[in-house]
């Protein structure tokens, strides 16, 4: 793609990850001629605003892409099986957010910090990860370039804003209910539309996406899957249990990996300190390690918490803290545009 201003659309410009890569759009100054925001019926007559200025929103359909450069998709699965193709006829370049061609093997999957070299084989259409995926691969892929990663367990605290704009707004109406709580309103009560199979506030619920057949869900399993993909790793051991968590808009991973050699914890630090997109923040006498409300709105991903395992060898315990809306999704799309642009 040549470096010249681009039109560009933003498929779901009005849900949760659609807003914010309008946001980084503007703030990364990415070169836009024009930009088109797409969502459903649901938004006719609607606008966003971009550089300080409304824009109409259109209503997404067949005729949606034509003279369009790049398309930045983000309203589900499906929306994306039917449309990106037409995109990519229509000679844009499409980013898509949506798990639909994440593990397609003609398709790149990519998190720039740690394969961007993979863009160049794209076919029009480019995958950009789940969020904790490319959460947790930005903090240890600088540790797999010391030694190779040979077994992962993770696990997962996911913020509402996963489910996009309707899961934070159904934890915010939970824990509103419950400022006001009278007696009239039972503790359990779940809001209403919630995309959560149970209340959310004051609890956590150990299962997002649909179960599969072999007990774990889609989402444990698509960390499994795209992380050996991204990583270029053999299939070596890695299991994760995904909850979500009363949160708003960060997710926090614990993640055991063991590698092939001894390393010590200095070399480690060392490693992601010198690394782009993750930071360090490992003071834990201090009380200071990523926590999702310091970490939330931040670009990078924050790593703490950093043991060395007491009794199993070459295995090592960390703490990981990402914005699920930026790095987790909006920002990694953006970033994964501007390699192709330098590309
Ligand atoms: P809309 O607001 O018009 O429904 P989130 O994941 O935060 O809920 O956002 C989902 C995004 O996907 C929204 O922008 C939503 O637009 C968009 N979307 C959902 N279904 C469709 C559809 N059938 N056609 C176009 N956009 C859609």
């Not at 540790?143 to 190779?148: A, K």
């Not at 808009?249 to 300190?273: C, F, G, K, M, N």
Request: proline share 7%.
């Amino acid at each position: 793609m040549q470096r010249r201003k681009l039109r560009v659309a933003v498929v779901g410009a009005t849900g949760a990850v659609g807003e914010e890569m309008l946001r980084v759009l503007e703030t990364r100054q990415f070169p836009v001629s024009d930009l088109v925001p797409l969502a459903s019926e649901r938004s006719r007559g609607r606008s966003v605003a971009f550089r300080g200025k409304p824009v109409d929103i259109r209503v997404l359909g067949k005729e949606s892409f034509q003279g369009i450069d790049l398309a930045l998709f983000s309203a589900g699965a499906s929306i994306s099986r039917e449309f990106a193709p037409q995109a990519v006829r229509a000679g844009a370049v499409v980013v898509d957010n949506s798990s639909a061609f994440r593990m397609d093997p003609e398709i790149p999957l990519i998190v720039p910090e740690v394969n961007s070299e993979m863009i160049s084989r794209h076919k029009g259409i480019i995958a950009n990860p789940n969020c904790s995926t490319i959460i947790m691969v930005v903090a240890i892929a600088p540790i797999h370039r010391l030694s190779p990663i040979q077994r992962i367990v993770a696990s997962t605290y996911q913020a509402a804003s996963g489910a996009g704009a309707k899961g934070m707004d159904a934890l915010l109406r939970e824990v509103e209910g419950e400022n006001q709580r009278s007696t009239s309103v039972p503790l359990n009560s779940r809001a209403k539309d919630s995309p959560f199979p149970h209340r959310l506030a004051g609890n956590l619920i150990p299962r997002i996406d649909v179960l599969q057949e072999n007990g774990y869900t889609k989402e444990e399993m698509k960390l499994v899957f795209e992380t050996r993909k991204i990583m270029g790793l053999p299939p070596i051991p890695i299991s994760a249990t995904c909850v979500r968590v009363p949160v708003e808009r960060a997710h926090s991973e614990s993640v055991q990996i063991t590698t092939r050699d001894p390393l010590s914890l200095e070399e480690i630090r060392e490693a992601i300190q010198n690394s782009p997109g993750v930071q360090l923040q490992d003071s834990p006498r201090e009380d200071v390690y990523p926590m999702p409300l310091i970490v939330s709105g931040e670009d990078d991903v924050f790593v703490g918490r950093i043991r060395k395992h007491p009794d199993e060898r070459n295995t090592y315990d960390l703490w990981i803290v990402g914005d699920q809306i930026r790095k987790g999704a909006a920002l990694n799309a953006v970033q994964i545009a501007e390699k192709l642009l330098d590309g």
